[in-house]
């Protein structure tokens, strides 16, 4: 049968002919209309080669002056090179469409227009004379001329090679979306859960959180989720299964036998802002926190300590420790020394004294100068003695805002979340502040207010110790 090309126009066939070119097995027609070669995109101002910041983003002059990309073929100059979406540039015979190479289809050979699937209205049988062979093209401008499912790829309607939807900025899926919900009801979004199986419900009172997708295909942190917690300290006696483990205040063995804990003694740590500020308070706290500790003061199980927030010296910034645990008459004569040394300093990093604390890492401080104050730290010495396995308690006294001064030693600042995750041993965080620093300590400690009255802190001190754990 002898072969024939339906063409519109006398131009168009010589465009066609003239045009045509074959790379590897992929026969590519440019045709006119389609604006091969040419992107309308605004040029903007004139190159400027010492301008690094723009020849590594501009589409018209992409890492140097002059170096246009192709508007078929890429859409955009990522750190001066021509990328279609997230990877290279698309190879000849394929374009760049919602992020993603299609390449066209342009390759079924054909002798009438009426071998073609004519899947489009548009199908033409385009002679070849550089091969002897005419091939079968959906020719089109736009992309709306093409029927759903596909698009204008280098002048030919192209049946996309679409895929279900993920979080990377394109429109996987070919719905004209970019990272949506497979109903449309909005952003991707998907389960998480730090430890298990996202796709599995966990055990109450933990909970998986959920993740979103965001503009540019980046998923946002884990919101909502109640993570296992370990059962130690005061969460292995609060009746939660806090490890979500179907075990109760206990250990789940091989065998599934739930055995309960039994508590290793009491450790109570008082952190004290000793600063100027707090002057008006420090002999109400001083009452308020050996009377209550007097309660346990025959009970050998519990042990007592003191850090200090700010004070002279060297240790103005920094949180350390006054007295390791010990029992209650070293404690009672230690915590008189507080209230008869003065205060000084005027740094309280409230923040850095709860994390370092609760991750060994709080220092010891020296008196180089024997007036009876500390004024340096010993950086040779760092760590509470917890007894492992006890019940730790941790309360803080002080009238600033959370605060942390890690920065000033060349550390990351301690910020409400990292401090809140640093208690990874069921500690019990109780803060008596100001009504302004409430809001820095309420993830994860309970507020009451300092005040001049010691009968009053004392009565909120007693809720601390509580029935399951003793």
């Not at 209230?339 to 008196?367: F, K, N, Q, R, V």
């Not at 507020?447 to 003793?470: G, K, Q």
């Amino acid at each position: 049968m002898m072969k024939h090309t339906v063409l519109t126009s006398l131009v168009t066939l010589t465009l066609l002919i003239g045009c045509s070119q074959r790379s590897e097995n992929t026969l590519t027609f440019d045709f006119p209309d389609s604006g091969v070669g040419t992107h309308h995109q605004d040029a903007g101002p004139p190159c400027e080669p010492t301008n690094l910041e723009r020849v590594l983003t501009d589409f018209n002059n992409c890492g140097m002056c002059g170096s246009q990309c192709d508007v078929d073929r890429t859409d955009q100059c990522n750190n001066g090179f021509c990328q279609c979406g997230h990877g290279a540039a698309c190879e000849e015979g394929s374009g760049c469409f919602e992020g993603r190479c299609q390449v066209a289809d342009n390759t079924t050979p054909c002798d009438t227009v009426t071998d073609c699937p004519n899947e489009t209205g548009h199908q033409e049988c385009i002679d070849n004379p550089l091969y002897s062979q005419s091939y079968c093209v959906d020719t089109c401008e736009f992309t709306d001329q093409c029927p759903n499912g596909f698009a204008c790829v280098v002048g030919a309607c192209t049946r996309l090679e679409c895929v279900p939807e993920v979080c990377d900025g394109i429109d996987n899926d070919c719905d004209g979306l970019v990272d949506e919900n497979v109903d449309g009801s909005g952003p991707l979004s998907r389960w998480c859960l730090t430890d298990g199986d996202p796709t599995v419900e966990p055990l109450p009172p933990c909970r998986r959180g959920r993740q979103t997708c965001t503009v540019g295909g980046e998923w946002t942190m884990c919101e909502d989720e109640i993570a296992p917690a370990p059962e130690s300290g005061i969460l292995a006696c609060n009746s939660r299964d806090d490890d979500c483990d179907g075990c109760v205040d206990g250990v789940l063995a091989l065998d599934g036998t739930c055995t309960s804990e039994t508590p290793n003694g009491f450790d109570v740590l008082y952190l004290i802002d000793v600063s100027g500020s707090m002057a008006s308070y420090i002999a109400a706290v001083v009452d308020a926190t050996e009377r209550f500790s007097a309660l346990y003061a025959g009970n050998p199980e519990f042990r007592f300590g003191i850090v200090a927030i700010s004070g002279t010296g060297n240790t103005d910034y920094r949180a350390h420790v006054d007295l390791d645990f010990t029992d209650f008459t070293t404690f009672s004569l230690a915590l008189a020394t507080v209230l008869d040394s003065g205060l000084g300093g005027s740094e309280e990093p409230t923040w850095d004294a709860i994390y370092e604390s609760a991750t060994d890492t709080i220092a010891y401080a020296l008196d180089t100068d024997g007036d009876g104050e500390a004024d340096t730290m010993d950086e040779s010495r760092t760590g509470l003695s917890w007894t492992p396995g006890s019940i730790r308690i941790m309360v803080l006294f002080g009238d600033e805002t959370g605060q942390s001064n890690r920065n000033r030693r060349m550390l990351l600042d301690v910020t409400e979340a990292t401090m809140c995750a640093s208690m990874t041993h069921g500690e019990s965080l109780t803060v008596f502040g100001r009504l302004s620093n409430r809001m820095d300590f309420d993830a994860c400690a309970t507020w009451h207010p300092l005040t001049t009255e010691p009968d009053v802190m004392f009565e909120n001190l007693t809720e601390i110790i509580a029935d399951p754990c003793l």
